[in-house]
Nanobody, 118 residues
Framework: QVQLVESGGGLVQAGGSLRLSCAAS????????MGWFRQAPGKVREFVAT????????YYADSVKGRFTISRDNAKNTVYLQMNSLKPEDTAVYLC???????????WGQGTQVTVSS
């Protein structure tokens, strides 16, 4: 079993920044990739960003490209999401996830709320 705990959410004005963290723990952690999704009220969960654990290769949704940066600290089993130039439409619960192998995400965190005011 793998546990994921997110932190760093909050309320920020449009144009501001936040950094989310997701710490993984549990049985010996070995991940293919970790990522962030988000879900706004009444909307489907959408992909935000992902990072390959070994290579550091990153992928982003078009809506956040150039504003968000995903990174990882292998020694701490932690992934980060630096969010800059935030917009009201970025308001959502942000969820951390991990894929033990390519093809699917196996574990999810509880989520952290990000609210961007206009």
């Amino acid at each position: 079993q793998v546990q994921l705990v997110e932190s760093g959410g909050g309320l920020v004005q449009a144009g501001g920044s936040l950094r989310l963290s997701c710490a993984a723990s549990g049985r010996t952690f070995s991940s293919y990739a970790m990522g962030w999704f988000r879900q706004a009220p009444g909307k489907v969960r959408e992909f935000v960003a992902t990072i390959r654990w070994s290579s550091g290769l990153t992928y982003y949704a078009d809506s956040v490209k150039g504003r968000f940066t995903i990174s990882r600290d292998n020694a701490k089993n932690t992934v980060y999401l630096q969010m800059n130039s935030l917009k009201p439409e970025d308001t959502a619960v942000y969820l951390c996830t991990t894929a033990l192998h390519a093809g699917r995400y196996d574990y999810w965190g509880q989520g952290t709320q990000v609210t961007v005011s206009s």
